[in-house]
């Protein structure tokens, strides 16, 4: 059982795992699934102001927080203890395609070619983690959500606004991968 575990599960097991998420927390608890909201719980909880926007009930969305919570930790048991040891299987054409930007190292799951400190203080670095970081977050709080929140949530109840964004974060990944990622990379 264990070394079922240790290993990478095909998507046709993972995906409907996943997605048999939206029905048990629609019967459990008439909730909504979403990482994104967690963050406004969060400040909430911990930052109380005069700011309308996080003037609200927070306890009672307090199961995500525990939520939330539970994957960090969850995922800690995992990289910690159900780790395969087996380095990150990789599509040989895309480990040629990453080795003319200097990335190599596929032993974990962040390549620590560009995932360090030292880039980190650099022009790439910026890019990748500053700007980037701020294009996510700002993009999470103009679509309303995040990917798991309309993806998987929302397309699963049939929402306008969420197949709108869907597409828009598909189109937006595909762009970066494609056009954006190459060059930030060769900086």
Known sequence: MLELIKNPWPWYVAGPLIGLTVPMLLILGNKTFGISSSLRHICASCAPSNIPFFKYNWKSEIWNLVFVFGILIGGFIAFNFLSNGQPVDVNP?????????????????????????????????????????????????YAGGCT?????????????PSLVATICFMLGGFIVANFVMPWILSL
């Open 93 to 141: 054409n895309l480990k040629t395609e990453l080795a003319a930007y200097g990335i190599t190292d596929f032993s974990s799951l962040i390549p620590s070619d560009f995932m360090n400190w030292e880039t980190l203080f650099s022009l790439k670095g910026f890019f990748l983690f500053v700007v980037g970081g701020f294009l996510v977050g700002f993009g999470t709080r």
């Open 148 to 160: 798991s929140g309309h993806s998987i949530m929302g397309l699963s109840n049939l929402q306008w």
